[in-house]
Structure formats: structure tokens, C-alpha cells
């Protein structure tokens, strides 16, 4: 089964504090991918990454970055947190070829007070 | 325009019903479809892949219309625990394994 873990489920952070969200999964996928979602806005694609250490930016990466040091852990880091990035993040893992199939995490609740 | 459009709903479904819902899409040059089912505070996990030809996987009926840029998803015999948010999701040709989400269409089944 693949597993992917997120190294929170509920997180508080104070505006301005830096936010790290870490992301692991353990089928040696290539792509990693980071999203928020939103009521009523789906699911909206932050940063996404195909291989160690390459990065591209989604639909919405102004306020993000992330890192990708190893294959199977992939990190997005809020550098200075404001009340408009309060949304519940998922981090997803897919192989490459024809399947694309992405398999989440079980999701990051981020409150920014 | 969104680029994966779904009716949010909420469906009601009585127990046992049928419910069918759709989503279009806006890319004619994507290449792969799939239905997600999302339950509620949960993560999004892949229901079925839709094939244009039309495919089952039990009481669940995927269907494609490239023509017109819909695809559609059927339930027969609802159970409660059918419950759940249905996302409709699109690969895009030379997207780098990029899916596009809907926002997604709520069902509710009742007893």
C-alpha cells in the first residue's frame, strides 16, 4: 500500500511566524506534488516537483516555496504566514508513465491567527 | 472559466436510489479522466479512471463524451456510505502528471 504522511494534522501559527509542512511518501514516486484546498475552490496547485531537487511552480505559488533534498520527502515552507494562508494542505505522490494516479496524504489543517 | 467545471450539489439520494452527475472540462487536448472521492476531513482517493468506451466497476458507471468535453459518473443501488464529495479530474497532454481537480460534486445518501 502506498503510504503518504504529513508531519502534521493541525497546526496554529502566529501572522509572520515560518511554516515548514513536510511531506513523506515510501513508493519511490517521482513527482510530488502540494495543494490547498478551499471550500468551494477545490483543490489548487501549489508547487509541484519531478524529480531531487527541481521544483516548478503551480496555479498559486506567491507566499510558498519548498524543497526537495531527497527523492521521497518534499517540503513547503511558508516564509512569513498571513491569515489568508489559514487552508487545509495536501501533499500527493505519483509515479511517472502512463499512470498518473496521485495518492494523497491525509492532509494539513493550517490555522494563521 | 474554471477548467474542470462540476455542479457542487449537494444530491440528496435516498437509499437504494440512482444518481448521476456530470463534469465538463475545458482542455480538448487532455488525455487521461478519473473520479476521486473525497469523504468528509479526509484526502481525495482515485474511485475509478474513466475509459472512452465507457467503464463499470460495480455499482459505479464512468463515462466520456470527448465531443462535447464531458464525463459523467453513475451510482446505482446508493448506499449511505456512498456519502461523500465526487472530484472529477483531468490530465492535460505534456502536463508532467499535473491533474486538474473540479471542486467537486457533494452526495448525500439518506436512509
Known amino acids: 500500500d502506498v503510504k503518504v504522511t504529513q508531519s502534521s494534522r493541525y497546526l496554529v501559527k502566529r501572522t509572520g511566524e515560518k511554516v515548514f509542512l513536510e511531506c513523506v511518501q515510501d513508493m519511490d514516486h517521482e513527482n510530488m506534488f502540494w495543494y490547498r484546498q478551499d471550500p468551494g475552490l477545490g483543490l489548487r496547485l501549489i508547487y509541484f516537483?519531478?524529480?531531487?531537487?527541481?521544483?516548478e511552480k503551480g496555479d498559486i505559488p506567491e507566499g510558498y516555496s519548498v524543497s526537495r533534498e531527497k527523492k521521497e520527502r518534499f517540503s513547503l515552507i511558508l516564509e512569513s504566514a498571513s491569515t489568508n494562508q489559514t487552508s487545509m494542505y495536501l501533499c500527493a505522490s505519483s509515479g511517472s508513465g502512463r499512470s498518473y494516479e496521485q495518492y494523497f496524504g491525509p492532509g494539513t489543517r493550517l490555522t494563521v491567527t | 472559466r474554471k477548467e474542470v467545471e462540476q455542479d457542487p450539489g449537494p444530491f440528496n439520494v435516498p437509499e437504494g436510489a440512482t444518481v448521476a452527475f456530470n463534469c465538463t472540462y475545458s482542455n480538448s487536448a487532455s488525455q487521461s479522466f478519473f473520479w476521486y472521492r473525497q469523504d468528509c476531513r479526509k484526502e481525495p482517493k482515485l474511485l475509478m479512471s474513466v475509459y472512452s468506451s465507457g467503464n463499470e466497476d460495480g455499482r459505479f458507471t464512468a463515462q466520456l463524451n470527448r465531443a462535447s468535453q464531458y464525463i459523467s459518473l453513475l451510482i446505482r443501488d446508493s448506499k449511505l456510505s456512498d456519502s461523500a464529495t465526487y472530484l472529477c479530474v483531468v490530465l492535460p497532454t505534456d502536463s508532467w502528471g499535473k491533474l486538474q481537480f473540479g471542486a467537486g460534486t457533494q452526495v448525500v445518501v439518506t436512509p
Open positions: 516537483s519531478y524529480d531531487v531537487k527541481m521544483k
